[in-house]
């Protein structure tokens, strides 16, 4: 899409301007804010061809003009000048405990953005270090798992059988003998296969527990923590249109979508953009998404972010987003 000088700055006057106000930008408005000297008439033309590129829309109750997700994108790829140092934020988040950090940074993100702090949380490891069985009750036994990381997660299960102590602790001795350090789901591939040797019920034993294990690590993975989401209901672009706020709140309420259009990220480095329905997963004209990945000593763990109408001051969301991922991964890291 070629573009002249000339309509590239009017194009990113049209856009600056209706960033700060929300109202339609009409010729003479953009004679005076491009700095440009342009009759209105050869504004309008330019205006007419930036509306067939569709990069501009006009809203029928006005002679001005509007952005469309195309020219947001336009002016996010080619005429954004972010500048890093702008921005004033807390130099860490207390590394206290690592969900904490991560409530933190969702507050850090909606208090600074006046939108919506989105936080995926460190995908936890499914990699077991040591497995113990306790019997409870009768047909009741508690599996405690601990991962590499130091981690303890605890399990009831139920069991059609009754075990005893010792039959549990020959189950739970096997288990750590022959297969500490995989991953819970490639221990239940393995039994499958591996434990003709061993008597039946405590193959079953086993089965069940790591089952059971399977399923309470699987359900502290993947956390969403979002904060902020009422910030969208002051916001004027939504407020005169209620399907918009519906179709955002849906989507919180959806978090297992969030999740994906995150995961995307955190596979790319630095600040990524998706403007109004550009990313499937949000098919929303009405919503940005502005996100980059974090750390945890160096490795990509997570995804945090910005969501917000798609009218908001791109260059400060990718300065909120840029620095809450620096500050986040500090708080997460061991290394000093």
């Known amino acids: 899409m070629m573009l002249d000088d000339r309509a590239k700055l ?88 690592p969900q ?57 299960v139920h069991t059609a059988a009754d075990y005893t102590q010792s039959q549990l602790a020959e189950a739970a001795n096997y288990l750590n003998a022959n297969y500490a350090g995989l991953a819970i789901e490639e221990v239940r591939e393995r039994l499958k296969g591996e434990v003709e040797q061993l008597r ?26 979002i904060s902020g989401e009422r910030n969208l ?21 959806q978090k297992t979508q969030l999740m994906r259009l995150l995961d995307v990220s955190s596979q790319a480095e630095g600040v990524r953009i998706y403007i109004g329905g550009e990313s499937q997963i949000v098919p929303f004209e009405e919503l940005s998404v502005v996100s980059a990945p974090y750390e945890v000593d160096g490795q990509v763990v997570g995804t945090l972010g910005v969501i917000g109408p798609t009218r908001m001051a791109y260059d400060r969301m990718i300065q909120i987003v840029d620095i809450t991922a620096r500050v986040g991964s500090k708080g997460l890291s061991h290394k000093p």
């Open 100 to 156: 904490k950090v991560i409530a933190n940074a969702a507050h850090m993100l909606s208090n600074m953005s006046q939108f919506v702090g989105v936080v995926v949380a460190p995908r936890r490891s499914s990699v077991f270090r040591h497995i113990e069985f306790l019997r409870l009750s009768e047909r009741r036994f508690l599996v405690i798992i601990v991962s590499p990381e130091g981690d303890v997660q605890n399990r009831v």
């Open 233 to 253: 209901l002051s916001v004027s672009d939504f407020a005169s249109d209620m399907t918009h706020l519906r179709h955002a709140f849906e989507l919180f309420e």
């Open 200 to 225: 039946g019920e405590i193959v079953t034993l086993m089965q069940t527990a790591v089952d059971a294990s399977s399923e309470a690590m699987q359900q502290d993975q993947e956390e969403v923590v």
């Open 10 to 97: 009017l194009l990113k006057a049209l856009i600056e301007r209706y960033i700060a106000e929300g109202q339609p930008v009409g010729s003479r408005t953009l004679s005076r804010a491009s700095g440009l000297e342009l009759s209105p008439a050869t504004i309008r033309n330019v205006m007419s061809d930036l509306e067939e590129l569709g990069l501009v829309a006009s809203p029928h109750t006005s002679a001005g003009r509007i952005p469309t997700a195309r020219g947001y994108r336009l002016f996010v790829d080619t005429m954004l000048t972010a500048r890093r140092a702008d921005l004033a934020a807390p130099v860490s988040l207390p590394p206290d405990q």
